[in-house]
């Protein structure tokens, strides 16, 4: 293993980072670059097709890391479509399922009953993703989508719903741009130790873009103390891969290897 | 007192809720529609005079609820612009100076530092406003604002902080809008019982505007519970005034009567 490849041991490019670049070229891309895992979006697999896609990343030798995503708890069909998820992170051999939780249903202000019922919702389904040896993973989002996409808002919520199960069927996930601000952050990080299923880094940066979703910024174009993250995440005993999960509408205008070749570069400089 | 005049005792309007209308427009309105308080800012304040506003108020019958703002304690000249901020507010009559403390220097990641350091300059604060007969009061701004405006991130942050002091020195704001999403709000609020200095409220609606600042709406036109929050606070202790404080383009753009009513409407409805 070279130097460079040593590096980038943990490196994983999630897909919405590179989000117009064809799942082909994203993958040699990735090979290209001694990169070794990917984390998948279920949509741009479906236009592909699940099993070519599987058949795709294992033949260039990629790790497929996470799939994104589960979960969208208050939506009518949120039942089959979770489980056909983790049928698709079978296939694919994606050890992890990424739940987003959803949003308040339209018109409701009752979010405690909406976090119950992500609490339910992952009860119910857990039977179902230990049998096809999927990890389902919670991720808090930032309290900016509590309303409109993830009421699960920090990583203490997100626990105390996996805390019920088993760390290898139920874990969370730890994603800097999403827990950066809170002053328990470190806390709750040990807390978490083996309940850690993936980690994912991008930046902060300000001011916000209209909607908020496609304010993230490379890792190292922001304030968020990377590194630091990252080492209470190695002392909790993750050992897993690292995502960098940008969304951004500039970065997404620019040629996939290019953003690769950034991602990486932001990675190894800031939190490796 | 009427029965209008009775349900509107604690109402009062924050004067950014109205951001265009001229202050003794304001307070002529608020006379008008039966609303006994007004919580005013410091800009506004200064550019039509601190002596004349107070004497403007006070003719009128108006309480003062709170001065807005000071803090932004990265600032270079916090020192003398909070001591500033103290002397108008006990020129005014205003009991409570809300203290908003800034976000991340310019270049900076360090956030423990930025959050110690308000810590420290609410210390040494602290004697100058006791003396001068002026209530500071900490308030957590939503963690979508922690980079850039205000490092403390929770009701928990802040209370941290104030309860190193008597309650009667140094409280908390409870403001809905940035702290309906903590799912330790209510235990946070019953905490913060004679700490609480201010309760503001106003209503969470998505999408998010570009910058994030203005994306508040008038109460009852979003998802935030905001009666159970009256009632959690006044179950603390609290019997002080309830500020609507909306930041809007829309509703700025409207003539202030309108806006008033508009408010008025949406406390009696979803907060009394």
Not at 46 to 55: D, F, H, I, L, Q
Not at 214 to 235: H, K, N, S, W
Request: charged share 20%.
């Amino acid at each position: 293993m070279t130097g460079h490849r040593a590096a980038l041991r943990r490196f994983s490019l999630n897909q919405a980072t590179t989000q117009h670049w064809p799942l082909p070229d994203a993958v040699a891309g990735c090979v290209a670059a001694g990169v070794p895992g990917i984390g998948l979006w279920r949509e741009p697999v479906a236009e592909y097709g699940v099993e070519r896609a599987a058949k795709l990343v294992r033949d260039a030798g990629l790790t497929v890391t996470t799939l994104c995503r589960g979960g969208f708890f208050t939506a009518d069909d949120w039942r089959t479509e979770n489980l056909r998820a983790i049928d698709e992170a079978a296939a694919l051999g994606a050890p992890v399922l990424v739940l987003v939780s959803g949003g308040l249903p339209a018109g409701s202000k009752d979010i405690d009953g909406a976090r119950h019922r992500v609490a339910d919702a992952i009860a119910e389904l857990a039977p179902y993703a230990e049998a096809a040896g999927v990890r389902l993973a919670v991720e808090p989002l930032h309290p900016m989508f509590s309303a409109d996409r993830c009421v699960i808002a920090t990583l203490g919520q997100a626990l105390d719903i996996a805390e019920r199960f088993d760390p290898g069927i139920v874990g969370v996930v730890v994603d800097a741009y999403h827990v950066w601000w809170d002053d328990t952050v470190y806390a709750q990080i040990a807390r978490a130790g083996e309940w850690i299923a993936s980690f994912q880094v991008c930046d902060w940066t300000t001011p916000l873009p209209a909607g908020v979703l496609l304010g993230r910024a490379l890792p190292g174009d922001g304030c968020i103390e990377l590194r630091r993250l990252r080492e209470a995440v190695d002392a909790a005993g993750y050992t897993g891969p690292i995502e960098v999960e940008v969304f951004n509408a500039d970065v997404w205008a620019r040629p996939g290897e290019q953003v690769l070749a950034a991602a990486i570069d932001g990675y190894l400089r800031e939190v490796a």
